[in-house]
T-cell receptor, first 111, second 113 residues
Framework: GENVEQHPSTLSVQEGDSAVIKCTYS??????FPWYKQELGKRPQLIIDIRSNVGEKKDQRIAVTLNKTAKHFSLHITETQPEDSAVYFC??????????FGAGTTVTVRA | NAGVTQTPKFQVLKTGQSMTLQCAQDMNHNSMYWYRQDPGMGLRLIYY???????DKGEVPNGYNVSRLNKREFSLRLESAAPSQTSVYFC????????????FGEGSRLTVL
């Protein structure tokens, strides 16, 4: 099955700085790569996703890049704010209905 | 519109006891899932149901059973709970028309003593 590795496991950034989280996947057939955000005590929620026919996607302060050759994808958060503090999960799938998640990155934004 | 509702939110069991986690969605979604979340291990798929009438094993199915009762409901059963099953359990659903977005329930925190 698909194996997704995520780094770093924790990330502390100064408010206003950028944060980058990286994930690698094992199955070259994977074609869908979402990112979920989970605030403390809450449910995970989708924040952005990318499909294998696209190299980059942006939504306001967040962006995701995909390198199919190297089998890795990254989440970029610019101008971080306190509300960006959360656990972020990357995921990958061949079929939309079966996702494999990374272990998560705990992001702390320092005021 | 409640989305995905799961019960109970909290449960404490003794080793060997059984229990069922209930999940229902009101979004007319086809696929439903059960994940467990443990520190440092992300979200691991226990079982899923791609459509009404079908169920399949995920990454960590041992010790669990599921039932897709109808299109709305998908339950997870622990027949003989073990301390290793202490976790937070999330139910989720996915519409084939929603570009792959999983909608999660609020989670159920289970402690097995």
């Amino acid at each position: 099955g698909e194996n997704v590795e995520q780094h770093p496991s924790t990330l502390s950034v100064q408010e206003g700085d950028s944060a980058v989280i990286k994930c690698t996947y094992s199955d070259s057939a994977s074609n869908y790569f979402p990112w979920y955000k989970q605030e403390l005590g809450k449910r995970p929620q989708l924040i952005i996703d990318i499909r294998s026919n696209v190299g980059e996607k942006k939504d306001q302060r967040i962006a995701v890049t995909l390198n199919k050759t190297a089998k890795h994808f990254s989440l970029h958060i610019t101008e971080t704010q306190p509300e960006d503090s959360a656990v972020y999960f990357c995921a990958a799938s061949q079929h939309d209905y079966k996702l494999s998640f990374g272990a998560g990155t705990t992001v702390t934004v320092r005021a | 519109n409640a989305g995905v509702t799961q019960t109970p939110k909290f449960q404490v069991l003794k080793t060997g006891q059984s229990m069922t986690l209930q999940c229902a969605q009101d979004m007319n979604h086809n696929s439903m899932y059960w994940y467990r979340q443990d520190p440092g291990m992300g979200l691991r798929l226990i079982y899923y149901s791609a459509s009404e009438g079908t169920t399949d094993k995920g990454e960590v199915p041992n010790g669990y059973n599921v039932s897709r009762l109808n299109k709305r409901e998908f339950s997870l059963r622990l027949e003989s709970a073990a301390p290793s099953q202490t976790s937070v359990y999330f139910c989720a659903s996915l519409s084939s028309n929603s570009a792959g977005e999983l909608f999660f329930g609020e989670g159920s925190r289970l402690t097995v003593l």
